[in-house]
């Protein structure tokens, strides 16, 4: 089995088609990932509009942020694979949508440092965000996925394994101020415990710091410890 990111940085581009540059791009990585060229025919979308290979044992997800396009990639029978992006950032009503959609838990993670924490809101959002990826499902569905934190404020996840999560955190080192280059990318596959390997396909990169990997496990769930 292999099991891979793919991500690539385009340059700056404050033109209309940099959506369309992001798909294009997308395409492109998955097509390395894969080994060979993906044509539409080799692709059909779930009900709720996930798109899957048709008769390849193989799965995959995009996901695009600013300038940032990114694809998981799980090669093996029965897998199932999820991904999602977001840039650190203010968010205007970030304390709305927690009180909404997060866990009681998940809230108290939050404001654990006595203040809301931009970040830690980023982490539990990102890993819902490709629960949602992974399951097909919408933003509507959001209130569905299950707590990502635990009653000690460490991420868990329950739920029927094998299903692993993994939340990494991509900065631009050489530049620490540049506040536009920090961002939050989780993973996830379903069906298998295999190792995540992260690939750049681009000429610029950012470093990659795994913040934690969470094994889905039925209760009580195994937890991981936040890196505060």
């Avoid at 798909?23 to 979308?45: F, H, K, Q, W, Y």
């Avoid at 992006?85 to 009681?104: D, L, V």
């Avoid at 190792?195 to 195994?222: G, N, V």
């Amino acid at each position: 089995m292999s099991y891979y990111i793919g991500l690539s940085i385009l340059s700056t581009d404050t033109a209309k088609n940099q959506k369309k540059r992001l798909s294009t791009e997308a395409r492109r990585v998955l097509t390395l990932l894969n080994g060979s060229p993906v044509e539409e025919a080799d692709i059909a979308t779930e009900t709720g509009g996930r798109p899957f290979f048709i008769k390849k044992e193989a799965d995959f997800n995009i996901t695009h942020c600013v300038d940032i396009t990114a694809v998981s990639y799980v090669k093996g029978k029965n897998l199932r694979t999820g991904c999602d992006i977001e840039r650190i950032r203010p968010r205007k009503g970030a304390e709305q949508i927690a009180e909404e959609f997060f866990s009681p838990y998940e809230k108290k993670y939050l404001y654990s440092s006595g203040e809301f924490d931009k970040i830690k809101f980023f982490e539990i959002w990102t890993l819902k965000e490709c629960f949602i990826k992974l399951k097909g499902l919408s933003v509507f569905d959001m209130n569905t996925v299950p707590s990502f934190i635990s009653q000690s404020l460490e991420f868990c996840f329950t739920a029927p394994p094998p299903l692993v999560f993994r939340l990494y955190e991509l900065t631009d080192n050489s530049n620490p101020d540049n506040i536009k280059e920090h961002y939050m990318l989780a993973a996830a596959v379903e069906g298998s415990r295999q190792s995540l390997e992260i690939l750049w396909f681009s000429q610029t990169s950012l470093d990659c710091k795994i913040k934690a990997e969470i094994k889905a496990a039925p209760s009580p769930a195994q937890t991981v410890s936040p890196k505060m």
